[in-house]
């Protein structure tokens, strides 16, 4: 595969003087990384550590670089960048649908977070997924994957790659370690596939022995991290890629839709290969303007993070108590609750998503209306991370792409509701609007209804 673009050190801060400047100061105040053990094992002292990019006339904030394309002040300089002699680690850029500076100051806040070597970023969760995959996997080869995942990600694997490229997929119970294993065709099976902290029914992915399983038989570990930044590292565990939608918790407001794909400078190189890049011939761009949004988002997240796993694991308590059918990982009854507790980072909590069973669909429903046309606790909306609590009904909503069987295997039951539990207003406030709505709901003759 021709290289491209091989940035020796995507996270340099020297700028260049001359296509021939070789004389780079690693240990310039914004790059400087610690002469300790490595940070990033805890993702808010590796933010706190990673390069903070000046403005170019000395803002505290960058600078958006907005520009399409890039000049060159010799000729022969562009020719040496499309040989891949000169990039982005030399402040040399092409095109924006390549490397554009702005997106790749987002990309190291990305890689700091998630503790890899390098990062970057996309135009939306599902084109980082797809863009992995179609980078690691040809034509005739096979993934394995987690059968509780994402709807849209259930759909490519299932419909998509095996209709446009011959990539098939087998499903397994990422708990079960030995179906997994035994699902891998050695030689064949180029990926595992699973989410962090599936969607929606919450099973924890056992993620240093599921790399271990891949990684003995040569398959490459790709992770959904989209439910729990900060709560889990995944390249910590092992996993060689990390992807996000980073519309979500990232984000926070709900207004932007974004991706991430991050791993080994190699792998997003690759992405990015002129001849070969899914990323960059497939042009899934990130506009430098949402990058620059996003950056000014991430120093806070470890603050919303907590928040939001605070509360839910309050919320889930006290719905336990009253004998509602909850599902959350922070509870001691949650089949994976020592599992997260043994590889989370500590003091972020245990995730800001929640479930409820209300077994059927018209149950599920009457409680999201009440809870939001009558007694405001959240929104019926999809999607997660938000300041105020979304609620969806999964199977019909977000999980709609899989078919009965499929939803039987994922554990999705017709009434369960998925809340991404919001910080807004006061907990106690929140929770009195939540007793309000099932007061109302085992008032109805509906609750009673089979």
């Not at 933010?47 to 000729?75: C, D, Q």
């Not at 989410?195 to 919450?202: A, H, K």
């Not at 709609?400 to 009434?415: H, T, V, W």
Request: charged share 20%; net charge negative; hydrophobic share 40%.
């Amino acid at each position: 595969m021709a290289e491209a673009i091989q940035p020796t050190n995507l996270f340099s801060s020297k700028k260049r003087t001359n296509p021939d400047d070789s004389n780079r100061d690693d240990d310039n105040f914004v790059a400087k990384k610690p002469a300790t053990k490595p940070s990033w094992e805890d993702p808010a002292s590796a933010l706190a550590n990673a390069r903070h990019e000046f403005g170019e006339h000395g803002g505290v904030n960058m600078s958006i670089e907005a520009s399409a394309t890039f000049t060159v002040m010799e000729p022969e300089t562009l020719s040496r960048m499309f040989a891949g002699e000169l990039g982005p680690d030399r402040d040399f850029f092409i095109y924006s649908r390549h490397f554009n500076p702005t997106v790749l100051n987002l990309g190291r806040q990305m890689a700091a977070l998630e503790g890899t070597e390098a990062a970057y970023c996309t135009a939306s969760g599902m084109s980082a997924i797809s863009s992995v995959l179609l980078q690691l996997v040809s034509s005739g080869d096979h993934v394995v994957a987690s059968q509780t995942l994402y709807g849209g990600t259930h759909a490519l694997l299932t419909h998509f790659l095996p209709r446009s490229s011959n990539i098939t997929t087998s499903f397994v119970d990422i708990r079960d370690l030995e179906q997994t294993k035994a699902a891998i065709v050695e030689g064949r099976t180029k990926v595992l596939y699973f989410e962090s902290m599936s969607n929606p029914t919450l099973t924890v992915a056992n993620i240093p022995e599921l790399c271990r399983i891949a990684h003995d038989k040569g398959v490459t570990v790709v992770v959904d991290n989209t439910f729990a930044p900060m709560v889990v590292s995944p390249a910590r565990l092992g996993a060689d890629v990390v992807v996000h939608s980073i519309s979500k918790y990232i984000s926070g407001g709900a207004d932007i839709i974004a991706g991430a794909v991050c791993g080994p400078a190699s792998f997003v190189n690759s992405l990015m290969d002129l001849h070969q890049g899914a990323l960059m011939l497939l042009g899934p761009t990130m506009n430098a303007k949402v990058a620059f949004e996003l950056s000014e988002r991430i120093p806070h997240l470890g603050l919303r993070v907590k928040e939001h796993c605070h509360r839910a694991l309050v919320y889930a308590q006290r719905m336990k108590k009253m004998g509602l059918k909850v599902i959350y990982p922070g509870l001691e009854d949650h089949p994976d609750h020592h599992l997260l507790k043994s590889i989370s980072n500590k003091e972020y909590g245990y995730g800001g998503m929640l479930c409820l069973d209300m077994e059927t669909e018209a149950r599920a429903n009457k409680l999201m209306n009440l809870l939001q046309n009558q007694t405001q606790f959240g929104l019926m909306a999809v999607s997660l991370g938000y300041y105020e609590t979304l609620m969806s009904c999964s199977g019909s909503s977000t999980s709609s792409e899989m078919n009965q069987d499929e939803k039987a295997l994922a554990g999705i039951s017709p009434g369960l509701v998925r809340m991404s539990i919001g910080y807004s207003g006061t907990l106690e406030q929140r929770w009195g609007q939540f007793e309000k709505a099932l007061s109302r709901l085992q008032d109805s003759s509906l609750f009673s209804k089979n």
